[in-house]
């Protein structure tokens, strides 16, 4: 695995992502390390790979089991303030794209888990840092499921897969990872063009259309998922016809609420 430095940096032809790169065999958690050389002025597009993450961790304050065969990179971002609210719909387009392109069907539920016929084979999380209470840099973490068998560990098994398991081969996590990179380079370079972005990003949604039920600290909503709005957010029609709009929240699909 270290070589996958060597092979990104042979192959890497990107603007920004992945111009400054570390590997580690065993981390704590590929978004701490990123963080501490974001806080230490690294570059922008500067990304973090580990073989191995022992404590990482997801969205809502969840852990992200990392075993050896996944892809765990984190990579720091110095976005516009007026961009910030399409790291979510770029960071799991460049994922989407990328499972795609290996000749796999998967979908996005709102706003990024990456779902494989309803099981999640990729977790996002983004983190920012403050600095005279304006963002300084983002650090978007980015875990897939390459090549372990998701049914050998138990804590995942009833609603994980991975590429591995789709596609019944293994696949080289540095070609996954130059796709992936490759992706989100251009999509953050077309931040200036946010209708396109979260156009797409709708489209690609398990989400959309279905009734849902979205938690959100002690409070539940359920309602239909029509769209998501400009910011990124989702809008909910719940049973008295008005519209809720949903900045952040735990979401569960659960019916087709389509007529």
């Known amino acids: 695995m270290p070589d996958i430095v060597d092979y990104l940096k042979t192959n890497l032809t990107t603007s920004c992502i992945g111009k400054e790169l570390y590997y580690l065999a065993i981390t704590s958690s590929t978004q701490d390390v990123a963080r501490e050389k974001a806080d230490h002025g690294a570059?922008?597009?500067t990304a973090v790979i580990a073989g191995i993450q022992q404590s990482g961790r997801g969205r809502l304050g969840r852990s992200w089991l990392s075993p050896e065969g996944g892809l765990a990179t984190s990579i720091v971002l110095r976005p516009a303030m007026s961009t910030v609210h399409l790291l979510p719909a770029i960071t799991a387009l460049a994922v989407f794209r990328t499972i795609k392109s290996?000749?796999?069907?998967?979908?996005i539920k709102w706003p990024n888990d990456i779902l494989i016929g309803g099981r999640k084979v990729?977790?996002?999380l983004i983190e920012h840092g403050l600095a005279d209470?304006?963002?300084?840099?983002?650090?978007i973490g980015i875990g897939i499921n390459i090549n372990f068998d998701?049914?050998?560990?138990?804590?995942?098994?009833?609603?994980?897969?991975s590429l591995s398991v789709q596609l019944g081969h293994e696949l080289p996590v540095g070609q996954v990872a130059l796709r992936l990179y490759t992706e989100l380079d251009g999509l953050y370079l077309k931040t200036a063009k946010p209708d396109t972005i979260l156009s797409e990003w709708a489209a690609n949604m398990n989400?959309?259309?279905?009734?849902v039920k979205v938690q959100s600290g002690n409070s539940i909503i359920e309602g239909i998922a029509e769209s998501v709005n400009r910011s990124g957010h989702l809008l909910l029609r719940i049973d008295d016809n008005s519209v809720q709009e949903i900045?952040?929240?735990d979401v569960s699909i659960i019916s087709d609420g389509r007529k």
């Open 43 to 45: 570059p922008e597009g």
């Open 122 to 124: 990729c977790g996002i």
């Open 102 to 107: 290996l000749g796999v069907e998967a979908t």
């Open 207 to 211: 989400t959309i259309g279905q009734r």
């Open 247 to 249: 900045v952040a929240g």
């Open 150 to 161: 998701t049914a050998l560990y138990p804590e995942i098994s009833g609603f994980a897969t």
């Open 133 to 139: 209470n304006a963002i300084c840099y983002s650090v």
